[in-house]
């Protein structure tokens, strides 16, 4: 018989319980008691909802984020937390988490957050662990152990899930410059531990995930996966070792051999390598193939998956296990809660819950025939043909604009040298000029206005009415501050890609299809299901009443088409690169219309951007070529008047700057208050030739940051990039925080923008 079994199920909840829970806590509306219940209620419902397996994770959940979980419990808290008092644990990872507690008052209770970057090549954000020579590994495993307690009333098999001590320390720092693999004997030491914890918990089998085999490892790291697992053979529970997100290729021998009872291979990323694994795998071990996509929300088609995994089962028999090919985090939870989704779409979907029922099926068929099953295939098949040859998803007009695209639209009049004369000239900036990075707080009033609007209970003179005026609010706030270049601060987007796929030809919304980001954050990724394409203009209408409200220049916001891409659910039937031109070409259309209505600034998103690149640095050029290809489209068709702008959040730059560089984008902002500027040592390297913004301001945190500190990481900048080329801006966009917070950190901003330049002047810097 198949067993079928889960890597990890959405924390979220259908209604985003968990979200809702944890801001309430942090407010101080409810006791930790209270989000406990909240979070334990969740538990059992998703237990509940996957009871239909075999067996079912453990651990998987998390109020924050499972690399912090794991931080946690290995003991490695950051020195600047664990001086705090540890008489309320919940405290220190909230501070770890966001810089605070919910119990930090006072301004001196605050501490700067964990860095927080892109898991792998997810939208999903994880606190990065830290390190040093004198980090030392303690365990405390007892919300684990109270989960299993709990999962142990519900369910008989239960299987633990934790990140695997090589992939920790992989996705950690060293913030003294000491070998991360220096700390490798002491955290197998606890990985020991844990283990025989978990035995005496009642535990067979451990899911230990180790996705960093999927990257391409050096022989230092190779050997350190060996030493790792070659000690924790002796644990006396069964390991499944885990990897997603790509193929083995030279690391298949290594998974293989490794003394461990189980291994799970991505089959979807890698179903080339099932018969080598096979080949590979000896005859005791356990092969579990993740057969329906974990990041998608396109149906499995199951007939097509029956007819090459029928093979695979004729020769493992009870040794193949069927799951998802990653954990179901990166997918909104029940498609049964969109009841206003168009029939047709619907029909093609699958998310959590349908995934694992898809994974039940394919069981069945495995196990009594596809006969058992045939209604269920057939309805299945329906569908994935209806799909196919469905006259809403091919429009050749699109087709045909995306095969005229020439190399002269990917190119500015002239070199950065000459339009930046030119622009200087027109906007007269002071040196370190202040700007934000688009939206600003989206109060609970302007929510509700949208919802009003949307379900028709506000006219639309009205709707128009109460945007405009928080627009001027917006502008006029900014004008007190003052700051340089203004934005109209974005109060009727609802996200910023969802607010322009909704006026784009090609993409469907869902209602619920919330995914989490980090934390309490979700979003709510569009569904790009056919050739995307522009028939009017979106945002022209909102920028020139801003405009018309100041002499000062306003930036045009938009979404780039990388992003848009990179942040939605995209269709599987064509390339990437296909569907991001197809975007490229409809952003550029809203690019040229704003130049046209005499916007100087336009800013164009592109905080995914790294995000989408292949784990294996042999794959980056072909993405980078298209990726870095698409925005040149969009954004190089205007005059050298027009100052282009892009945005670039939480993720490594450092190694792909020359691509960055690439875009030939006027100003860059990109993300370095958490990593204290850490990514700007690559201009030590790599002269970037345009202006850039490094983010001196945390919007992740409630944190505000002082005039001292914000000097402090500009002249860290000022030390690896012209003064002259230096702007000064918050690292995102700030619609999650409260004006009591944007406010004062602004006015810091603002005033440290204005002490450096006064030093500059009298040549106190370089």
């Known amino acids: 018989m198949v067993t079928t079994h889960n890597l990890g199920f959405p924390r979220i909840g259908r209604n985003r319980e968990l979200k809702f829970a944890l801001e309430k806590y942090w407010k101080g509306d409810i006791s ?3 989000l406990s219940d909240t979070a334990t209620d969740l538990r059992i419902q998703h237990w509940q909802d996957q009871s239909m397996l075999d067996w079912i994770p453990v651990g998987d959940f998390s109020l924050y984020d499972h690399v912090l979980d794991m931080s946690f419990m290995l003991g490695n808290i950051p020195e600047r937390v664990s001086s705090f008092s540890a008489s309320n644990p919940i405290d220190n990872y909230f501070r770890v988490a966001r810089g605070r507690s919910a119990h930090d008052a006072a301004v001196h209770s605050c501490v700067n957050a964990g860095e927080m970057t892109k898991w792998f090549d997810t939208n999903y ?33 239960i299987k633990p899930v934790i990140l695997g001590p090589v992939t920790y320390l992989w996705l950690g720092k060293s913030k003294d410059g000491s070998d991360k693999l220096d700390r490798l004997d002491d955290l197998i030491g606890v990985y020991v531990q844990l283990l025989d914890l978990l035995k005496h918990a009642g535990i067979h089998w451990v899911q230990i995930d180790e996705p960093v085999l999927v990257m391409e490892l050096t022989q230092e790291w190779k050997y350190a996966v060996r030493k790792a697992y070659y000690q924790l053979q002796a644990t006396p529970v069964n390991l499944m070792l885990t990897t997603y997100f790509g193929q083995l290729q030279d690391n298949l021998q290594l998974a293989c051999e490794l003394p461990v009872q189980g291994l799970h291979l991505d089959a979807v990323t890698a179903r080339d390598e099932i018969d080598k694994v ?15 996509n974990g990041r998608n929300i396109w149906k499995t088609d199951l007939t097509q998956t029956l007819n090459w995994l029928e093979p695979v089962h004729a020769r493992l028999q009870e040794r193949l296990w069927l799951a998802p090919s990653c954990s179901l985090l990166h997918v909104p939870v029940d498609l049964d809660s969109e009841q206003k989704l168009d029939a047709d779409i619907w029909s093609w979907l699958a998310f959590a819950t349908q995934k694992l029922n898809e994974i039940e099926v394919l069981a069945n068929a ?44 990917g190119m500015r009049q002239s070199s950065y040298d000459q339009r930046s004369v030119v622009q200087r000239k027109q906007f007269r900036l002071p040196l370190f000029p202040t700007t934000t ?3 600003f707080p989206q109060t609970l009033e302007i929510r509700q206005k949208r919802r009003d609007f949307r379900a028709g209970k506000l006219l639309e003179t009205d709707y128009q009415k109460a945007m405009r005026k928080e627009i001027e609010f917006c502008v006029r706030e900014q004008e007190a501050l003052g700051l340089d270049v203004l934005v109209h601060g974005e109060p009727e987007r609802n996200d910023m890609v969802e607010y322009f796929g909704e006026q784009l ?11 989490q980001s980090y934390g ?9 299901y056919g050739d995307v394409s522009h028939s009017h203009v979106i945002t022209t209408e909102w920028i020139q009443y801003a405009q018309s409200l100041t002499r000062k220049p306003m930036k045009g916001m938009l979404t780039g088409p990388v992003t848009m891409l990179n ?18 070409l409809a952003i550029r259309d809203e690019v040229l219309a704003l130049e046209q209505v005499g916007i100087k600034i336009i800013q164009i998103d592109e905080a995914a951007m790294r995000e989408g690149l292949p784990l294996r640095k042999s794959q980056w050029n072909d993405y980078l070529d298209w990726a870095i290809r698409a925005f040149r489209i969009t954004a190089n068709g205007v005059k050298d008047e027009t100052q282009i702008h892009t945005h670039m959040c939480y993720s490594e730059f450092n190694d792909i700057m020359a691509a960055i560089a690439r875009m030939d984008a006027d100003v860059i902002t990109i993300e370095t208050s958490r990593s204290d500027m850490e990514l700007l040592d690559a201009f030590n390297q790599f002269r970037y030739p345009n202006e850039i913004g490094p983010g001196v301001y945390d919007i992740h945190s409630p944190n505000i940051p002082s005039v001292d500190s914000i000097i402090e990481l500009m002249e860290k900048a000022a030390q690896r990039i012209p003064v002259a080329r230096l702007w000064v801006n918050p690292d995102c966009g700030l619609k999650t925080r409260t004006w009591e917070e944007v406010k004062p950190a602004l006015h810091n901003m603002i005033a440290a923008s204005r002490h450096l330049a006064r030093n500059l002047s009298t040549g106190q810097i370089s």
Request: aromatic share 8%; with cysteine.
């Open 32 to 34: 930790e008691q209270a």
């Open 125 to 157: 954000h994880y606190i990065v662990p830290e390190f040093n020579r004198n980090t030392r590994f303690a365990l405390n495993a007892d919300h684990l152990l109270e989960q299993i307690q709990q999962a142990q009333k519900i369910h008989q098999q």
């Open 278 to 292: 096979i080949d590979w795998l000896p005859g005791h071990k356990i092969l579990s193939l993740g057969i329906v």
């Open 366 to 409: 495995l196990d009594h025939g596809r006969e058992s099953v045939s209604g269920i295939l057939q309805e299945n098949s329906a569908s994935v043909s209806n799909r196919k040859q469905s006259k809403r998803v091919h429009y050749e007009n699109t087709k045909a604009r995306v095969r005229e695209i020439n190399e002269a639209m």
């Open 437 to 439: 990075i688009g939206s």
């Open 505 to 515: 030809a090609g993409f469907a919304f869902t209602q619920f299809g919330w995914v």
């Open 520 to 528: 309490s954050r979700c979003v709510k990724p569009p569904i790009i």
């Open 567 to 584: 942040w939605s659910f995209v269709r599987d039937d064509q390339s990437r690169a296909q569907t991001c031109m197809q975007l490229a």
